[in-house]
């Protein structure tokens, strides 16, 4: 008997949302098992919702079971009303594809993409019958490995897990199988040898091989503790995405979930250097994919699927080459009579005119979400975030124009040098955009979402000490004044006591295990969701640990400490960054590689790799973060101002 | 042209809201690249228009739903093209044309046949059935948009049979009127005095009247698709 189903199908009859649990998404595999096959389960450590979505695990879902010698099935966590049935009935963590047991398999991957649900991992650790603390397990325990945005700095969970995988997933996932198989087939016997062999793979690093030395708080040192582990643990970058047209059979939900629609991705990794901005840094340098690729991709995905939406994905998809006229062909498409609408997650402001905006409302529309990030050009400079107040004006305008009524705007407070000028001007652009909206509809609305900023590894502003969240609430409450009053804002803003807490998992180091571990053990699970998160269990939690929370969180570091992550390498050279952050404090900008000569940061000149992208010059529109009108076969060099443009104001006044 | 469509709902895909449902049909529509007619405005949907909503969890071999077509598209095969495109467990048995003008599946049904299969003995079962039938009145309170009313249950039950199953299972089967006043399975299983057990409730038929008082399906599915023992064991206890 392998599935479990049986056990689980009475308890699903008394929970909510049921359809989280029964897989049937189309696009699901059931595979074939051999004894001797590597087993991954790919988990997602928060909802089936937030979840199933995740194109990093359908990559390696994708992947895995291509193979003849492996087999990969999913998983997420189940809320707290199934988990509750679950512990009660004995049921342990299981897959959703076979609802096969999650003790059937070798190992259990986790996507780490967000802090705070690092104790949902140590949550379906246990639940998967595994214990907890890595040093505890035996040889027929599964591997728990982890992967994602947030292994960047993995030493918060470094004790929960047995080896982290360090970028893209497409190469090492068959090499970390091989290896596993071949443990697997000679019987299994120490957890420790499959271990060492898993960290000579590049990208690989196994915790438990590594010492950290500390002298009281500080961090002296972290060093391999066997001979033939690397000192320093680099990622892993594939050179070209053309070479990996995947998930080739995205999988469509039964049941409604976060970005419900085709999603292709059109690039990987970005060389705008906005300096907050850690997926910006860590998945470098930028490989488009070949535009043909990605309308065959497109088309083939939505006859298969039968979605109507298409979501066009990388970090700034405007400036993919060619962009206008990829959307174009597929809303042109005559197999889909006009129907499909495509959406950008992540415009920039300076690359969406109304072209794009013209192209992409011909099916439906849905908002449009822009992300000026800071609200004056001072503060843009300092995290080189370099679109003028004339280009997001632009932008709005021609969004408006085209029909648009919603929009949302995105900004952090918190940042590096942030006065109460800058954090005002988030109000002023806000209602400037407003006012935009005005001439072109009678009440349009504007969300304007305020993040709080965490500092994070591999990124300038590592050094950065956060602001408290007295501080952030102190900002919020001053744009809650500012926008009070102002019909047609809707301010809305991120908890500070959960950007707290997300500072100190983005930043701390191997001893916050203890605190994870505790907060897990009074129930803290899924704590990126508002209503179960709980300051007052990590501040216990903490307090018990004999931890210091402001230390690690408001803390600025200075040049010379050793980092949590010093021993953990995205390419980028510890000189670069540093460099960069004092040009932040200088408001000194830096332009982007991809069209500018290269500034070595390291990432491509260390791993011996290019920027893959069709176009010398940037897409048309907008200045570019560089005061200049750039339109399309520019061949100037693209330079950037080192102050800000002098022209101002929206350009309905200027007309 | 409008297309009416018979389908069941078996298996772990009873788990699916009706909601869920409605969105599976329209990706299959548009998989199956059937020339489904859109709503005109700011937000084009497919016009496609469901029956009688089926709670999450219970299991049917007798949904419905209607479609608007912009193209005549030949009936012969259609199921053959479009339950491919749907889930295991969500297939097509019926397919016909009617007109534009036919009453709509909300309103057109006036009976229903249900399947309850309840983790009781057959003799107890028997007898907890037999008392309420022998009631001239059954006073439920039964909630409706946030709203709860005491209303009287015996008259849509026409009729309550029980079989034995097994030592420990009895099937119940029951035919309920939907008008003027429509129940749910549950709130019909709730006023048998069963003990406490495990039960699943299970769609047979949707039933028309007409007016001389004969009874129709909606659509008639062909005998072999029906398959009456097509629930998985049921786990007591």
């Known amino acids: 008997m392998t599935s479990i189903w049986a056990r689980l199908e009475p308890l699903l009859a008394k929970v909510q949302k049921p359809a989280r649990y029964i897989g049937c998404e189309d696009g699901a595999i059931e595979p074939a098992w051999h004894p001797t096959s590597v087993s991954w389960l790919l988990t997602y450590p928060d909802t089936y919702e937030i979840g199933l979505p995740n194109q990093g695990l359908q990559i390696l879902y994708d992947i895995i079971n291509a193979r003849d010698d492996a087999v990969a099935e999913r998983t997420y966590a189940p809320w707290i009303d199934l988990e509750a049935e679950m512990r009660a009935a004995g049921v342990p963590l299981f897959s959703v594809d076979t609802h096969r047991s999650a003790q059937d398999f070798d190992i259990i991957g986790f996507n780490l993409s967000a802090e705070l649900n690092y104790t949902n991992l140590v949550n379906l650790i246990d639940l998967a019958g595994v214990p907890v603390r890595a040093a505890a397990r035996r040889p027929h325990h599964a591997l728990i490995a982890v992967g994602g945005h947030c292994t960047y700095n993995p030493e918060p969970v470094a004790d929960f897990v047995d080896f982290v995988v360090l970028g893209d997933g497409e190469e090492i996932v068959s090499e970390i199988t091989e290896v596993v198989g071949e443990w697997k087939r000679s019987g299994r016997e120490s957890r420790t040898d499959v271990l060492v062999a898993l960290a000579r793979i590049e990208g690989v690093y196994v915790p438990s091989l590594y010492d950290v030395h500390y002298d009281g708080q500080r961090i002296v040192s972290i060093e391999p503790n066997r001979p033939g582990v690397p000192e320093r643990v680099e990622k892993r970058t594939i050179a070209d995405l053309a070479a990996w047209p995947h998930p080739r059979r995205q999988l469509v939900p039964l049941t409604e979930v976060v970005h419900d629609r085709l999603n292709v991705e059109v690039f990987r990794g970005c060389t705008r250097g906005c300096r907050f901005c850690q997926a910006g840094m860590i998945t470098r340098p930028v490989r488009e994919r070949p535009a043909d690729q990605v309308r065959t991709m497109v088309l083939d995905g939505l006859r298969r699927t039968g979605y109507d939406e298409v979501a066009l994905t990388s970090l700034s998809s405007a400036d993919f080459s060619g962009i206008e006229s990829v959307v174009q062909d597929i809303i042109d498409d005559p197999t889909h009579c006009g129907q499909i609408s495509v959406s950008l997650p992540s415009l920039r402001v300076d690359a969406f005119g109304v072209g794009i905006a013209a192209q992409i409302q011909k099916a439906r529309r849905t908002g449009l979400t822009f992300a000026p990030e800071a609200g004056t050009w001072r503060m843009r400079q300092v995290i080189n975030k370099l679109i003028r107040e004339e280009d997001l004006y632009g932008a709005v305008d021609a969004a408006y124009s085209q029909g648009w009524r919603r929009m949302k705007l995105y900004f952090l407070t918190g940042l590096p040098t942030e006065t109460d000028e800058d954090t005002r001007g988030i109000a002023e652009l806000a209602r400037n955009v407003v006012r935009i909206g005005k001439s072109h509809h009678k009440s349009p609305s504007v969300t304007v979402s305020i993040g709080g900023f965490v500092p994070k590894p591999h990124t300038p502003f590592q050094w950065f000490g956060q602001n408290t969240a007295v501080e952030l609430q102190r900002k919020i409450d001053l744009l809650r004044d500012e926008t009070r009053r102002e019909r047609g804002i809707d301010l809305k803003w991120h908890d500070p006591a959960a950007t707290l807490i997300e500072g100190l998992s983005s930043r701390g180091d191997r001893r916050l295990g203890d605190v994870i571990e505790e907060v897990w053990r009074r129930g803290g699970t899924f704590q990126e969701w508002s209503e179960r998160f709980r300051l007052d269990v990590w501040e216990e939690a903490l307090a018990k640990a004999g931890l210091d929370l402001e230390w690690y969180v408001y803390r600025h570091r200075t040049e010379d400490e050793v980092l949590p992550w010093s021993h953990i390498s995205a390419g980028l050279h510890q000189d670069f960054l540093w460099q960069e952050w004092r040009d932040a404090l200088a408001e000194v900008g830096l332009p982007d590689c991809r069209w500018t000569p290269c500034y070595d940061c390291g990432a491509c000149t260390g791993y011996s790799i290019e920027h893959v992208v069709a176009s010398a010059v940037p897409p048309a529109g907008g200045s570019q973060g560089t005061g200049q009108d750039l339109s399309v076969g520019v061949s100037v060099p693209v330079m950037l101002l080192d102050r800000r443009p002098d022209a101002v104001g929206p350009p309905q006044e200027a007309s | ?237």
């Open chain 2, 1 to 237: 042209m409008r297309v009416r469509i018979r389908f069941t709902k078996l298996g772990r895909v009873c788990f699916l809201s009706h909601r869920d449902v409605a969105r599976v049909w329209e990706r299959a529509v548009r998989k199956a690249s059937l020339a489904v007619a859109y709503s005109e405005g700011f937000s084009p949907r497919p016009k496609v228009h469901f029956g009688l909503a089926l709670s999450v969890g219970h299991t049917s071999e007798a949904e419905y739903l209607d479609i608007d077509l912009r193209e005549r598209v030949e009936l012969d095969g259609l199921a053959a093209v479009v339950s491919p495109c749907l889930p295991p467990g969500i297939d097509v048995t019926a397919v016909s044309e009617i007109s534009p003008s036919e009453t709509s599946l909300q309103a057109v049904v006036d009976e229903i046949t249900w399947q309850f299969l309840v983790g009781t003995r057959p003799e107890v079962a028997s007898e907890a059935v037999a008392a309420l039938m022998s009631r001239a009145s059954v006073p439920v309170t039964v909630s409706r948009k946030g709203t709860d009313q005491e209303v009287d249950l015996r008259p849509a039950i026409g009729r309550l049979d029980v079989e034995a199953v097994g030592a420990e299972t009895a099937r119940l089967t029951a035919v309920l009127a939907t008008k003027p006043k429509s129940f749910r399975p549950d709130e019909v299983l709730d006023a048998i005095d069963l003990p406490p057990c495990d039960r699943r409730v299970h769609r047979v038929e949707q039933w028309i009247i007409d007016a001389e008082g004969g009874r129709r399906p909606v659509l008639a599915a062909p005998r072999a698709v029906i398959a009456t023992d097509v629930e998985p064991e049921l786990h007591v206890g």
